[in-house]
């Protein structure tokens, strides 16, 4: 019986800690405005800071992936509760464009850390169909953190309670996680079946590791691109951004959690093309739709950047399974560090297409209008890749002899 409440409490607090993932991604993209405002940031510079979360997800995942058998998972998680406390208060009284840059890191940092110990400690803590279900109720609070933050950033700020406020609002889950990991006995890693660091790194020197890397790159930026900057490319278009963010954020919460019949129905490369296309669709109707049209948009951008995470992370656990957890937190990482990249660019897009209007005579609404949309269009790049991408996968693992047992990757 204590063995069941302690995996009950170590099971419920990694939720807590994916919440405030969650809330950190949402709440930041909602106070983006308040942010250029406050500090008189130009959008370059708003695409620095959210880099830093991009950054520092990454950094402390590759860190904690490589120690997570020696430092183990709770110790990784006490690291994250200290990133993610300095990272809000570092926010909150922020003086301005450097401090918010360190705040920023340190709670790429916190997040970084969570998946790095959450994932192996629940995989070590069920097996079987059991460990696949619960991996699956882990991973649908991310969307379900990205939910709650949108609409508490929404209805605060019509309050009139300001970013500092709703950054503290994250604390919230980050205290439940911190006191339901306490005292707490952690399942120890299961050191036997992990493969040694030398095949790990030559599994990843694998033509297919290398072609999946360049796919979740490009996927990341699909699924965080727009979700980040939301607020400043759809102020304008008739529809409420932040509802845009926790409608797509609730589909995907829902999708994830039927991941298994849809993959196993349509295979893993069946399901990320698709994925491609309906994401490609979608970012187009963002760009060219106005007022409850920009809803339907949402459903279909959602459909399509789904699935992404979970199955390319299932595809290097079942096609690349000699990378062990390190080649899963590495994708994982590389999918957070392009995003990272991908944030000032998306800023310098934003600030070019704005000039550019603005020399046409366009002003107020009609120029931010026109400034989002024409950003949206550069970012349907990345699907339309995808899809090319995607589609040769497609072709070259069709006749794998493995394909029927690698379908369960979406059951991760």
Known sequence: MNENINKNALFYGSCFALITTGLSYSIRAGILTQLRSDFNLNDVQLGLINSMWFFGFPISMVIGGLVYHSLGPKN??????????????????????VSLLISMLCIGLGTGCTEAACNPMIADMYSGVTMNKMLNRFHMWFPGGIIMGSLISKFMSEAGLGWQAQMGVIMVPAVAYFILFLGKTFPKPQVEVATSLGQ?????????????????????????????????????????????????????????????????????????????????????????????????AAVIYALGYCYFWPVMVGAVAQRVPLSSALGMSIIGAVGMFSSGIFQPIIGGWIEGSNAAYTAQGLSGSALELATGQATLQKMLTFPVILIVLFTILFFWQRNSKKTKEMQMAGHY
């Open 76 to 97: 990784i998680m006490r690291i994250a509760f200290v990133a993610h406390t300095l990272g809000v208060l570092l926010t909150v009284f922020a003086t301005g464009y």
């Open 200 to 296: 790990n790194i030559k599994a990843m020197l694998s033509p297919l590791y290398i072609f999946l890397i360049v796919c979740m790159a490009l996927t990341a930026i699909t699924e965080f691109g727009p979700g980040q900057w939301v607020g400043i490319i759809l102020g304008s278009s008739g529809a409420d951004p932040m509802l845009i963010l926790a409608l797509t954020a609730g589909l995907v919460t829902v999708g994830r959690f039927f991941a298994g019949p849809v993959v196993a129905t349509l295979g893993q490369t069946g399901v990320l093309l698709a994925s491609a296309v309906f994401a490609a669709i979608g970012i187009y109707m963002f760009s060219t739709v106005t007022g409850s049209m920009a809803y339907v």
